[in-house]
């Protein structure tokens, strides 16, 4: 757990939110490499491979990750190779040997979803950028999971810019002779 998964954040210019994205958008794919090559190992894994139900269960996991995820948007869609996970309380757990792969599945799928949200946030902003939109703005950003979803915009107090960076203070010299 990073941050909080609902936030409130002021930004000073565009670029600092799109940098914010890119550097969410980083760790996500480096978190997305390492889980894909844990799935790829666990999937390839010798001794599971001789098991006919893993077999199976693992080949209708690699057509639904060639094919580039579940479709339809369902959040509680479960794949043909579900196994058994048992509810306790606000909980699931599985003893099944395949359960370990299921979740990392999931969480595949999940940053997979949340790289493509943040590259298509990524992309609004940069448009913003190019039309020069937002001059002398402050924007306040609500980000959920991550992900900026809603900006408001509103001027920036020209005073109160001015009052923050007035630097006064007197000095005092001894002359030596």
Sequence with gaps: MDGPLTEIRTFYSLKEIREMVEAEINQHKV?????SQWLGTLLRNPESAKNPEWAKRASELQKILRSGGRKGGKKEEKPGF???????????????????????????????????????????LTELERYGFGKNVVYVAYIHDGVPEKIAVKPKKELEGEEKFKFIADFSVIRQI
């Design 31 to 35: 978190l997305l490499d390492d889980y």
């Design 82 to 124: 579900s196994t058994d996970w048992v509810e306790f309380k606000d909980l699931l757990l599985c003893a099944d040997e395949f359960g370990e792969v299921e979740i990392i599945f999931e969480a595949v799928e999940e940053l997979k979803n949340k790289v493509d949200k943040l590259e298509k946030v990524k992309s609004s």
